[in-house]
């Protein structure tokens, strides 16, 4: 098991950039996958970025292709989160999640797994 904290949330105008990151604990998090959800106020939590334990492959929400990064520095046991061209539909509070069987299991993470705090993002229009 690993223990993630996330950070980098932050009040931001529409148009602006944000970098999250997500620390781990455990020297066997690079056979981690790791992905970002997002909850929204009333909203459901939606999986946004997704990253295998290589880092080799990713994966994007449709609503954040080409906008958002996900990235991994396995000597640092962080993922990123690079957020560019922000809006206001962005705003939720964001958490990362961890999955030792892989990326094709973050998508379902919340059926089965806990939450860290999240950081929040806002974004101002």
């Known amino acids: 098991q690993v223990q993630l904290v996330e950070s980098g949330g932050g009040l931001v105008q529409a148009g602006g950039s944000l970098r999250l990151s997500c620390v781990a604990s455990g020297s066997t998090f690079s056979s981690y996958a790791v992905g970002w959800f997002r909850q929204a106020p009333g909203k459901e939590r939606e999986v946004v970025a997704a990253i295998s334990g290589s880092g080799g492959r990713t994966a994007y929400a449709r609503s954040v292709k080409g906008r958002f990064t996900i990235s991994r520095d396995t000597a640092k046991n962080t993922v990123s989160l690079e957020m560019n061209s922000l809006r206001a539909e962005d705003t939720a509070v964001y958490y990362c999640?961890?999955?030792?069987?892989?990326?094709?299991?973050?998508?379902?993470?919340?059926?089965?797994?806990?939450w860290g705090q999240g950081t929040q993002v806002t974004v101002s229009s």
């Open positions: 999640v961890a999955d030792s069987r892989g990326i094709g299991r973050i998508s379902a993470y919340p059926s089965y797994g806990n």
